[in-house]
């Protein structure tokens, strides 16, 4: 179902966002061809206006017992874990590595071929997954990166299988997906 911000008014148990970290594109046409200026295609936003749309839904639209999947990249890993686990009183069950197997290629150093999907809970309120998919799923997602800031497969594969019955909300949502709560001006 596609949401509008308003619309909000379920609880869910898992909360998976992409936020739209305050980034740009390399600027090297070698480097990158398909790409046109170092602006990103879509908006993105402030740390602090990250921090305050998440803390709205999570306190306003989250079951007791609920878990978030949050993406980041390494240059906001540390502000993220802080602003979950400091800001918001979030504990980090695992840091998920998506291995993009080619990644993005860098002008001047290594190849950042990885993104991480952190999973949180609140002390005392951890969803836990179904008992015969505990310990199916590695921390390393290994899957082709396609397109720019589209996640892998593997990751909303592991989430449906993990918790089936789990109400589902994805915030910065580009697609929709069957079970899945979807909310981002990109839909």
């Not at 295609?41 to 740390?47: A, I, K, P």
């Not at 990250?50 to 803390?55: A, D, E, V, Y």
């Not at 836990?128 to 800031?149: A, W």
């Amino acid at each position: 179902m596609i949401l509008k911000e308003k619309e909000l008014t379920s609880k869910y148990d898992i909360v998976y966002t992409d936020p739209p970290w305050k980034q740009k594109k390399g600027n090297k046409k070698a480097v990158r061809p398909n790409t046109s200026g170092n602006e990103l295609d879509y908006d993105t936003m402030e740390l602090e206006d990250i921090i305050q749309f998440h803390k709205k839904i999570f306190i306003n639209n989250t079951s007791q017992k609920h878990n978030i999947f949050i993406w980041t990249i390494d240059k906001y890993l540390q502000q993220t874990e802080d602003f979950m686990e400091n800001q918001l009183g979030y504990k980090r069950h695992a840091r998920i590595i998506w291995d993009k197997v080619t990644g993005i290629p860098t002008a001047f150093t290594i190849r950042y071929a990885h993104e991480y999907l952190l999973w949180y809970y609140k002390k005392g309120n951890i969803l836990m997954p179904i008992e015969d998919k505990r310990g199916v799923y590695s921390d390393v997602i290994i899957e082709q990166v396609k397109k720019h800031s589209e996640k892998p497969e593997k990751a909303y594969k592991m989430i449906e299988d993990l918790f089936p019955d789990a109400k589902k909300l994805e915030l910065f949502a580009r697609n929709t997906r069957n079970g899945w709560d979807s909310l981002g001006n990109e839909l």
